[in-house]
């Protein structure tokens, strides 16, 4: 069975200032990792994601997360956040084997404070 | 594409009643997913269908719920009886291809409130 962790439920951090949201996953197998973000009251879209190739992932609005195998981690970043990025932020895990599941994470809430 | 429609937008209800929430997936994806979203248990998976077939509803949390997708561009998710913990944000998405490594769209969700 596959499971994340986000171990944040709350992230506060200063406009401009840069940012990392943690994600760790458990897994037998191979995995494809995932980092969606929901905006107040909207359903949630898809920053970013991992399948194979590169382990450093680009996504949009400047997010961008490193796949760690040894770490079993997948760490979204940013390095200068805008009050516009205060939104909660899920970690998700699928595999061959998950029976085209996705796993979500409990979530973080990013605050981005002026 | 206008994306994912769920109606309605909001939804209170006295306990009891039947409630019905509906989907209109992105044109030509062949998964649908229904969600459902609290403070307490986060965001859960209820059911998905694959060509309008239910593949798994693990998920679905007791027999008062249901759901059905009798064509390629609709769904419904009806709880009946409903009571106050069914309260919470109902989510439905849509992708093309395997869920596994695919882009699910998300709908802006349907809150429920049952009095």
């Known amino acids: 069975a596959q499971s994340v962790t986000q171990l944040d439920s709350q992230v506060p951090v200063f406009e401009e200032a840069p940012v990392e949201l943690r994600c760790n996953y458990s897994?037998?197998?191979?995995?494809?990792l995932f980092w969606y973000v929901q905006y107040p009251n909207q359903g949630l879209q898809l920053l970013l994601k991992?399948?194979?190739?590169?382990?450093l992932v680009k996504g949009i609005n400047g997010f961008e997360a490193e796949f760690n195998k040894s770490q079993t981690s997948f760490h979204l970043r940013k390095p200068s956040v805008h009050i516009s990025d205060t939104a909660e932020y899920f970690c998700?895990?699928?595999?061959?084997?998950?029976?085209?599941?996705?796993?979500f994470g409990g979530g973080t809430r990013l605050m981005v404070k002026p | 594409d206008a994306g994912v429609i769920q109606s309605p937008r909001h939804e209170v209800t006295e306990m009891g009643q039947e409630v019905t929430l509906r989907c209109k997936p992105i044109?030509?994806?062949?998964?649908l997913f229904w969600y459902r979203q609290t403070m307490m248990r986060g965001l859960e998976l209820l059911i998905y269908f694959n060509n309008n077939v239910p593949i798994d509803d693990s998920g679905m949390p007791e027999d008062r719920f249901s759901a059905k997708m009798p064509n390629a561009s609709f769904s419904t998710l009806k709880i009946q009886p409903s009571e106050p913990r069914d309260s919470a944000v109902y989510f439905c998405?849509?992708?093309?291809?395997?869920?596994?490594?695919?882009?699910?769209?998300f709908g802006p969700g349907t809150r429920l409130t049952v009095l």
């Open positions: 991992y399948l194979s190739g590169s382990t």
């Open positions: 998405a849509s992708c093309r291809g395997l869920p596994s490594t695919d882009t699910q769209y």
């Open positions: 044109s030509g994806h062949d998964y």
């Open positions: 998700a895990v699928s595999d061959n084997n998950a029976g085209n599941m996705l796993t």
């Open positions: 897994s037998s197998v191979s995995v494809y």
